[in-house]
């Protein structure tokens, strides 16, 4: 039975986890009012009552969308990580049931580069020790294991757009850089790529890590590699939570065989900001902790909110994925006086030409065609001219492996 088509204002966008207003506003002032802005993460049982009827959910790095919540999401479109880490999504789960994610790749790069660079300075003085005895009433004047920024070498893994932008910053206060990455990189400045994980610890002074949560990447600096670091070196990780074993990293400082740490990320993180933080790390000297703010200042908030709030606009009144991190990316031009079908299928010899037999059956004439698929999905997009009925859009419902169809009206509306 063909949908009712829905107009813009009841379309259902949800944003968790205190997404900027920037996305709330752009979202308005494209046409969408049925917004609902949360200011926290919300649990699964609470995310599986409240997704049913949401076709567009925002939300950031706290919110898992695991496949029970997917499995809930009957009208989801799709999702924005208002965020560059996408890994508390399952993402395979979402392209099974049609759902493009979005993520903002680039816009707080610069807040956790700045962030970390900051750090490293604070620990090669040991502020955050001499800082809480003066607090306390105590006076730590001390030149013991303080050392300047310059000539000191900075290890970074990772080198991506957040590893390569702290490499500048770093090297334009002095720091000799060097890198560890899987992939072949040129160095910014004079920065040298290393051969081995093992090399860069070995080498450097401070280390700071910048991976994705990856099965790679997971526990990747446990004992051994902390072992491998330098005598009285520090490491930094802004990345993951997932990638350093806390326990090891606590004995050695409390050792003295390092000189510090700042984490930001943890295996665990509080819920909210109500909930206790548990951590070995709590209570050592010269360690900064941080509640995962790297990438939380204003500009970047800001940004992040233009960024995929556009990218959610766009796919919804035009069907355009570029830049999706689990999708097959279609750029695709307006269709004035033109419907737009979007059809999802699973990536399996014979799709195309049934819903062509589909088309040509109903003598509906093609106007435009764009096709992509990846490994799993094909993405189609056939405008159409107006003239055609419901009974169409039914038989594409009804074309095996189609995973999900969407008709875009010319005058605004959609059918999902
Ligand atoms: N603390 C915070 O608030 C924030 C944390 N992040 C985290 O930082 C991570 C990195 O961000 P970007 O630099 O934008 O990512 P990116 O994708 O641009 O760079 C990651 C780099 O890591 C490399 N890599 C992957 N696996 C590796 C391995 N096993 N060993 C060495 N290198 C490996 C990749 O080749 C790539 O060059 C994000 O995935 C996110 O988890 C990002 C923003 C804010
Ligand atoms: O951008 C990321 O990947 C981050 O870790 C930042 O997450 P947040 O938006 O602060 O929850």
Redo the contacts with the bound molecule.
């Keep these: 039975m063909a949908k009712t088509s829905l107009d813009k204002s009841k379309i259902k966008i949800l944003l968790l986890e205190g997404i900027h207003q920037t996305a709330v506003d752009n979202l308005r002032n494209a046409g969408y009012s049925n917004i609902e802005h949360l200011p926290t993460s919300l649990d699964e049982a609470a995310l599986i009552e409240k997704i049913r009827d949401v076709h567009f959910i925002g939300i950031r790095?706290r919110t898992q969308l695991n496949e029970r919540v997917f499995a809930a999401a009957e009208k989801l479109v799709a999702v924005g990580c208002f965020?560059?880490?996408?890994?508390q999504v399952d993402l395979d789960a979402a392209l099974a049931r049609g759902i493009p994610v979005f993520n903002a790749?680039?816009s707080?790069?610069r807040?956790?580069a700045e962030?970390v660079l900051a750090e490293a300075i604070m620990l090669l003085r040991g502020i955050p020790e001499k800082s809480a005895r003066a607090h306390e009433g105590g006076w730590l004047k001390s030149a013991k294991n303080s050392h300047e920024a310059r000539g000191k070498t900075l290890g970074i893994?990772?080198?991506?757009?957040?590893?390569?932008?702290l490499s500048v910053l770093a090297e334009s206060l002095g720091f000799d850089v060097i890198y560890?990455?899987?992939?072949a990189?040129l160095g910014m400045g004079n920065a040298r790529q290393v051969g081995s994980?093992e090399e860069l610890l070995a080498k450097a002074d401070v280390v700071s890590l910048?991976?994705?949560?990856?099965p790679?990447?997971r526990w990747?600096i446990g004992a051994e590699q902390i072992a491998c670091m330098k005598p009285g070196g520090i490491l930094i990780n802004?990345?993951?939570g997932s990638v350093v074993v806390i326990e090891p990293l606590a004995e050695a400082i409390r050792e003295g065989r390092l000189n510090g740490a700042a984490v930001?990320?943890f295996p665990v993180e509080p819920k909210g900001n109500d909930e206790e933080f548990e951590s070995p790390l709590r209570g050592l000297p010269n360690v900064i902790l941080t509640p995962?703010?790297?990438?939380?200042t204003l500009e970047a908030q800001e940004n992040i909110g233009i960024e995929v709030s556009e990218k959610l606009a766009t796919y919804s009144d035009n069907g355009t994925t570029v830049t999706s991190v689990n999708f097959p990316e279609v750029a695709l031009p307006s269709h004035p006086g033109k419907h737009r079908l979007l059809h999802i299928h699973d990536n399996v010899p014979g799709v195309m030409s049934e819903i062509n037999r589909v088309l040509s059956e109903n003598s509906i004439n093609i106007a435009g065609q764009y096709l992509q698929t990846n490994d799993k999905v094909g993405y189609v997009v056939i405008d159409v001219d107006k003239a055609y009925g419901p009974q169409a859009l039914d038989a594409l419902r009804q074309v095996a492996h189609t995973l999900k169809v969407r008709v875009l009206y010319s005058e605004g509306s959609q059918d999902i």
């Design positions: 790095s965020c560059i880490g996408t890994n790749p680039y707080n790069t807040s956790v962030l893994v990772g080198y991506g757009s957040i590893g390569s932008q560890y990455d899987v992939v990189k994980l910048h991976v994705p949560d990856l790679s990447t990747m802004a990345s993951r930001d990320v995962h703010i790297g990438g939380s």
